[in-house]
């Protein structure tokens, strides 16, 4: 589990963070003070009421006692007018906001394993999604469409490990509600006790409704923006919950590529639940601020994956952009 000696920001082939947000920006062109990705979402208020589960395996307090949070929903498209009644992405992204309980952001998304090992393969496919989903008039979105498919069939060529996961996403519908979507973090990170003891988890937030997709002529009738105004009635007649769920790893088990799922037998412990209560009075504030994977509280580590430290540093390129003047 020892980390890699390599410069972080760049990818084992030689990709820099900086390029891969040109060619993310070059596949869906952003407005100029949204996310590179995540483009649309809205910012809650949460607390997180942890179950005492896990508490002998780490010494994070933000999952042992009760924190305060903030949560983001986004839609992943990096359009800002992304439409919601059609399959795609959904993030959900978790900051614990207690300074004295250690701060930490969970980052997770509607996908159940990444569709690539490496940085490469997942810009690769934002790029066939950024030609499939051409502007234009009908003969412009015909030729994006055959230029997607021959980009697919190449990033399926260099990239067969996509197959897997790509199959069971082309079998998830739209969600009905940012509700009733599952989120996982899909990379490996490690608990650490108070001896220094080392368990390697994954993470994942189940919505207390059930999963639940969208009817799709029920979907017709809806705003192609229809996901956050549905979490804002939902929440006028009380909070919304999710459980806190880690999947704990088993010698043998792949820790440093989030493309390979772990045995769904693995044992699925819960940590705690986390209460959305109301759009967050501070949404301007939240909306500038940056959801890092690689931000945790003393007693969770980062594991072997160094997808998720390449990650950080797009992130911050993303945001450097977005704030800018
Ligand atoms: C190499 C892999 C990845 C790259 C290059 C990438 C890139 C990005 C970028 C540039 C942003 C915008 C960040 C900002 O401006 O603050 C973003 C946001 C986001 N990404 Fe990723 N991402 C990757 C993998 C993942 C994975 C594995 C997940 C889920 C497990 C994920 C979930 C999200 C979510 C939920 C957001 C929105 C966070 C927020 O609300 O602030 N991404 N991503």
């Known amino acids: 589990m020892a980390q890699s000696s390599q410069d972080s920001s760049v990818t084992k082939d030689g990709m820099t963070a900086a390029q891969a947000v040109d060619r ?41 006692a009760e924190s305060e949070a903030v949560v983001r929903f986004s839609n992943g498209s990096g359009r800002y007018d992304a439409d919601d009644r059609v399959r795609g992405v959904r993030g959900m992204a ?8 250690g701060v930490m ?3 997770a998304a509607t996908f159940r394993v990444f569709p690539s090992h490496n940085p490469e393969g997942f810009i690769d496919l934002v790029e066939a999604l950024g030609k499939a989903g051409t502007e234009g008039g009908l003969a412009d979105r015909a030729k994006g469409k055959l230029a997607a498919a021959g980009k697919f069939a190449t990033v399926l060529a260099q990239h067969p490990e996509s197959r897997g996961a790509l199959k069971s996403f082309a079998g998830q519908q739209a ?19 108070e001896a220094g003891e080392r368990r390697p988890f994954r993470y994942r937030l189940v919505p ?3 999963e639940v997709e969208l009817d799709s002529a029920y979907g017709e009738t809806l705003a192609p923006d ?20 880690f999947q704990f790893a088993e010698p043998g088990d792949p820790t ?9 037998h693995r044992p699925l412990i819960p940590a705690g639940q986390l209460h959305i209560t109301a759009r967050s009075a501070r949404e301007d504030h939240w909306q500038q601020q940056v959801f890092d994977p690689t931000r945790l509280a003393p007693g969770v580590d980062l594991s072997d994956d160094t997808m998720v430290t390449f990650r950080r540093h797009a992130y911050s390129v993303s945001a450097e952009r977005r704030l800018a003047p």
Do not use: M, N
């Open 175 to 193: 969600p009905a509600s940012f509700a009733t979507a599952r989120y996982d973090g899909l990379h490996a990170f490690v608990l650490v006790d």
């Open 24 to 64: 993310i920006e070059a596949a869906a062109p952003p407005r100029p003070h949204d996310r590179r990705l995540h483009a649309r979402g809205a910012v809650y208020d949460a607390r997180f009421v942890p179950s005492g589960q896990v508490s002998q395996w780490t010494t994070a307090a933000c999952l042992t």
């Open 226 to 245: 229809f996901l956050i105004g549905d979490l804002d009635s939902r929440l006028a007649t009380g909070p919304l919950s999710f459980t806190l769920v």
């Open 94 to 101: 978790v900051k614990f906001l207690d300074a004295d309980k």
């Open 256 to 264: 440093h590529d989030p493309s390979q799922a772990w045995p769904e």
């Open 105 to 107: 952001d969970l980052v």
């Open 208 to 210: 207390q409704l059930g």
